[in-house]
């Protein structure tokens, strides 16, 4: 359990710096689109060799003539979620890039524990739970208003549009679709393993129809670097680590220590301007409000 606990933290700060090394990327190439469809294919001939490797079958015919039409959503969920935060990365910094999404996740989480969608169980909101989400939208408010004084003038991503903010948030409801999408999606398929593969092949032909269809052209614009293609390696490893973890430490735990990973990684990246990242520094209050979005999170997945 020790190991699992350290692993979830670990890969929890992988996604951030996924998608600061997917946005070099895109300015390197001169385009989004074709920055997260190369995230996703190499996303995907990872999680393929894992799935040779470890002799795990993948039944997509049985799912495609006995499941809904839904079933497959995770992979589109998955496309606009990474391709947004490639986009949103360098206009509102690392931190409010996983922090805003994760009020998105946590109130479109409730959605879906209240009104039982996608086959998932039906839970109900308690009076814990519903403190939990308002401490969330407290803390990620902390996160990213706090600490914009001083003389200087500020970074251009320090007072970004409000709709970037919306838009961030509306990113993390389909993270919280994508969860119980591909949750069901594994279930059906009796392993996590296939069920990440099927949505990671799903996202990277959705996107390769997106760019033939607006015709989006790369356009050099920097050297490349080998470490600007991994982004999609950490991924799939994300996706491995969350798969193994699930069963060890139950659903709630391992995305919990995920988060705490993600949000200290953020907070990092913003401080120090890590890959590229604008820098904006790192104060206690700044901390102490990521603290609370971690103890909302925990009253809404344990309340």
């Known amino acids: 359990m020790l190991v699992a ?14 998608s600061a090394i997917n946005s070099r990327l895109a300015n390197r190439i001169g385009a989004v689109l074709p920055a997260s469809a190369i995230s996703f294919a190499v996303g995907t001939a990872g999680l393929g060799l894992a799935a040779v490797l470890t002799g795990t079958a993948v039944p997509w015919a049985t799912t495609a003539t006995t499941q809904p039409w839904w079933i497959w959503l995770g992979g589109l969920c998955g496309l606009v979620f990474l391709t947004m935060n490639i986009v949103l990365l360098p206009r509102i910094g690392a931190s409010a890039t996983v922090v805003l999404p994760l009020v998105g996740q946590v109130f479109g989480g409730l959605l879906i524990d209240v009104t039982g969608a996608f086959g998932m169980a039906e839970r109900p909101i ?8 308002l401490l969330v939208v407290a803390g990620a408010a902390g996160v990213n208003l706090l600490g914009r004084g ?19 948030v509306l990113v993390g409801t389909l993270g919280a679709v994508q969860t119980a999408v591909n949750g069901r999606l594994g279930q059906v398929m009796g392993s996590g393993l296939a069920a990440a593969l099927v949505s990671f092949a799903i996202g990277t032909a959705g996107l390769l129809v997106v760019i033939v269809a607006t015709r989006q052209r790369v356009r050099r614009a920097g050297e490349l670097r080998g470490w600007m293609f991994s982004g999609g390696l950490l991924g799939a490893a994300f996706v ?7 069963p060890v430490l139950g659903t709630s735990l391992a995305v919990s220590v995920v988060l ?35 103890l909302g999170v925990a009253l809404v997945r344990f309340g």
Not at 126 to 133: E, H, I, S, Y
Not at 154 to 165: F, I, T
Not at 240 to 246: E, K, Q, R
Request: proline share 7%; net charge positive; no cysteine.
């Open 260 to 294: 705490l990973g993600q949000v200290a990684i953020g907070l990092g990246m913003d401080h120090g301007g890590w890959l590229g990242v604008p820098r904006r520094r790192v104060t206690l209050a700044r901390v102490a409000s990521a603290a609370v979005v971690l």
């Open 126 to 133: 308690t009076v814990l739970r519903g403190l939990g989400a």
């Open 150 to 168: 001083g003389s200087a003038a500020p970074p251009v991503h320090a007072r970004p549009h409000p709709l970037l903010w919306v838009a961030a």
């Open 240 to 246: 491995l680590v969350n798969a193994l973890n699930a």
């Open 5 to 18: 606990l350290v692993l979830g933290v670990v890969v929890g700060g992988l996604i951030p710096v996924q």
